[in-house]
Nanobody
Framework: QVQLVDSGGGLVQAGGSLRLSCAAS????????MGWIRQAPVKGRELIAA????????YYADSAKGRFTIARDNPKNTLYLQMNSLKPEDTAVYYC??????????????????WGQGTQVTVSS
């Protein structure tokens, strides 16, 4: 098992940047595929970025391409999401998540077994 703690959210103006972090406990972090999933009011969950166990394979939703960067530091048990050029439509609760069954990139939100508590990102226009 792995426990995940998200941080780094906040209020930012459109065009600004934020970096989210996810601290993982447990010795198995480096074996899990990881992802960032967001949920906005009246919208479903959206997987916006995912990364394989070693960090060399990444996936981005169209909404994140060119603006967001996912990365991981396995020795530090930490997952990151750098978000640039933020838009009001990026406003959501962002969750880091781990797929306990796979080490390759997982592109379906329902496949993730472990979730952080979420961190709120609010982008003002």
């Amino acid at each position: 098992q792995v426990q995940l703690v998200d941080s780094g959210g906040g209020l930012v103006q459109a065009g600004g940047s934020l970096r989210l972090s996810c601290a993982a406990s447990g010795r198995t972090f480096s074996s899990y595929a990881m992802g960032w999933i967001r949920q906005a009011p009246v919208k479903g969950r959206e997987l916006i970025a995912a990364i394989n166990w070693s960090g060399d394979v990444k996936y981005y939703a169209d909404s994140a391409k060119g603006r967001f960067t996912i990365a991981r530091d396995n020795p530090k048990n930490t997952l990151y999401l750098q978000m640039n050029s933020l838009k009001p439509e990026d406003t959501a609760v962002y969750y880091c998540a781990a797929d306990g069954q796979s080490s390759i990139v997982t592109t379906e939100a329902v496949e993730y077994d472990y979730w952080g508590q979420g961190t709120q990102v609010t982008v003002s226009s």
